[in-house]
């Protein structure tokens, strides 16, 4: 099991900006795929962002264009860096890590077996 830990988040007005980060163990930065997910309740969550070991990255339709994640190695920790949110982004942010051991695979969602704890992002119109 890998320790996650989360911050950001908060209330926003729809247009605006907020960032997430998530801190993990060196071993796990540096070997593991780090997926960004989102729940509304009643719903499953949402697989929306990965970032590959090797750093690229991938984005649901659903934010592509709108998010980005960045890094800073120096502390193991990854960025969900969110613009233009809107009402519809509102819902409970977690970040997650999978293991597959060579590269490609980060957007199998249902891989992921270790989560942070989750921060809140509210979008008012």
């Known amino acids: 099991q890998v320790e996650l830990s989360e911050s950001g988040g908060g209330s926003v007005q729809s247009g605006g900006s907020l960032r997430l980060a998530c801190k993990t163990s060196?071993?796990?930065?540096?070997?593991?795929?780090l997926g960004w997910f989102r729940e509304v309740p009643g719903w499953a969550p949402e697989g929306i962002a990965a970032?590959?070991?090797?750093?690229?990255?991938s984005f649901a339709d659903s934010v592509k264009g709108r998010f980005t994640i960045s890094q800073d190695n120096a502390k193991n920790t990854t960025y969900l860096e969110m613009n233009s949110l809107k009402p519809g982004d509102t819902a409970m942010y977690y970040c997650?890590?999978?293991?597959?051991?060579?590269?490609?695979?980060?957007?199998?969602?249902?891989?992921?077996?270790?989560w942070g704890q989750g921060t809140q992002v509210t979008v008012s119109t």
């Open positions: 060196d071993y796990a930065y540096r070997n593991y795929c």
């Open positions: 997650a890590v999978a293991y597959f051991g060579i590269p490609g695979y980060c957007y199998v969602w249902a891989a992921y077996n270790s």
């Open positions: 970032r590959e070991t090797d750093g690229s990255t």
